[in-house]
């Protein structure tokens, strides 16, 4: 998940947030949900027996961690700056369940739920980077 991908997710957002029941998912969200996008980590695969979904947000200059999964339906978040770039997570979370629903096959679409995915903080070390350069979780 590049800044512009937050930067997308956050206009898509701006859309969804007004009418949420006439709403229209763009096709780059549709993209990543086939496993068309991102271009530099393409599988072209769907299917419900993957559980993990990982992406990287890139809030501003500080990276974060993101597991989308899909049978818990949470997202983990692995941010060694405690959840202060929480804004772009809150809205991917909101939209995962449409992106879920639109790439189902026919038959499970009845299915599946539209709340929310669940934003669980995993903790990190207190002091894990060294300098304010430093970014990452482990």
Request: charged share 20%.
């Amino acid at each position: 998940m590049s800044a512009m991908f937050c930067l997308q997710v956050d206009a898509a957002y701006k859309k969804f947030l007004p009418n949420k029941k006439a709403y229209q998912l763009p096709d780059f969200l549709l993209g990543y949900g086939r496993g068309e996008l991102p271009s530099h980590g393409q599988t072209d695969l769907y299917t419900f027996l993957r559980l993990h979904i990982f992406v990287d947000s890139n809030a501003g200059n500080h990276w974060v961690g993101v597991c989308v999964n899909i049978i818990e339906r949470k997202v983990e978040v692995f941010d060694c700056g405690r959840g202060k770039n929480r804004q772009y997570v809150d809205k991917f979370a909101a939209i995962i369940p449409r992106i879920v629903k639109s790439v189902a096959p026919q038959e499970r679409q009845k299915q599946l739920f539209l709340s929310s995915y669940s934003i669980v903080d995993v903790l990190m070390k207190l002091r894990l980077n060294k300098s304010c350069c430093d970014c990452g979780a482990y």
